[in-house]
């Protein structure tokens, strides 16, 4: 998919607009940008197929603990981890919250195409995976942690990961 592009020169200011569509209820992202420097194909080329046009949709996990309330980005969730009666929310940059809510509660609040079940006790956000190592069944997280996954979630999670990041 090429996404839909404005771009503005503005003497040696270049700045541009890009519409990406994504699976999720047909919204859209929006990024901008802007660079100094001369406007060719391969600048051009480098905004329209930039790794960035690939989000995960916005919203917000609503943390209410007796500890702490707080709003976390669905994209820095890395994964919910079930244990000892409590559910540990994994960031991207490896900061850990705790909530009392189950995972099969959290679960049903997420958007169910962009977070799947791997193992007993654990919900993924397939935007942050890094690597699916198929022979071992680990799932690597972009933070560098490691999820395993049931071999029977394997097909799922790869179709799932393949439409999300690959529009396939």
Known sequence: ?????????????????RRSGTVYKNSHQLDVGWFNGTLNNERIEEIIYSDDTKRCPQGIYKL?????IRAIDYEDIEYFK?????????????????TIESVKSI??????????????GHIVNL???????KSNNILTMKSG????????NLKIIIRWYFKIIFDL
């Open 145 to 152: 942690n490691k999820i395993p996954f049931y071999k029977e």
């Open 64 to 68: 209410c603990s007796k500890k702490v």
């Open 127 to 133: 935007y942050n995976i890094k690597k699916i190592d």
């Open 82 to 98: 079930w244990e000892n009666g409590r559910t540990a929310i994994y960031l991207k940059d490896n900061e850990i919250e705790i």
């Open 107 to 120: 679960k049903r609040k997420l958007p169910e195409d962009f977070f799947v079940d791997c193992i007993s």
């Open 1 to 17: 998919m090429i996404p839909h592009i404005v771009i503005i020169c503005d003497g040696d200011d270049i700045k541009y607009v």
